[in-house]
């Protein structure tokens, strides 16, 4: 089991920036792939961006390319999504979760159905 802690959300104008990073303990493997996801209320959770541990090969929402970037800390085994250019419809609570498990398809990487460690949350309100 990984134990998954967030930071760095907080109130932030239209336009502006902020960094999210989510620090998991244990260990990684070949197979292991952290993400972010948000969830907006009355809305269902939805995938933002995710990097795969062994390529750091990376994944974007539509919704987000071009305005997030998420980077990775090896040796921390931490990873950060920076938010740039921020709009009010960014605002939700965002998850960070991680995995060990071997996807055989990319679109695991954007599905909640592919991570089995989740944290509980850092609030981002973007406000207009």
């Known amino acids: 089991q990984v134990q998954l802690v967030e930071s760095g959300g907080g109130l932030v104008q239209a336009g502006g920036s902020l960094r999210l990073s989510c620090a998991a303990s244990?260990?990684?493997?070949?197979?292991?792939?952290m993400g972010w996801f948000r969830q907006a209320p009355g809305k269902e959770r939805e995938f933002v961006a995710a990097?795969?541990?062994?390529?750091?090969?990376?994944y974007y929402a539509d919704s987000v390319k071009g305005r997030f970037t998420i980077s990775r800390d090896n040796v921390k085994i931490t990873v950060y999504l920076q938010m740039s250019s921020l709009k009010p419809e960014d605002t939700a609570l965002y998850y960070c979760?991680?995995?060990?498990?071997?996807?055989?398809?990319?679109?695991?990487?954007?599905?909640?159905?592919?991570?089995?460690?989740w944290g509980q949350g850092t609030q981002v309100t973007v406000s207009s």
């Open positions: 979760a991680a995995d060990q498990r071997p996807k055989f398809t990319d679109r695991y990487y954007r599905s909640t159905l592919g991570y089995d460690n």
């Open positions: 244990g260990r990684t493997n070949s197979n292991y792939a």
């Open positions: 990097i795969r541990w062994s390529d750091s090969n990376t």
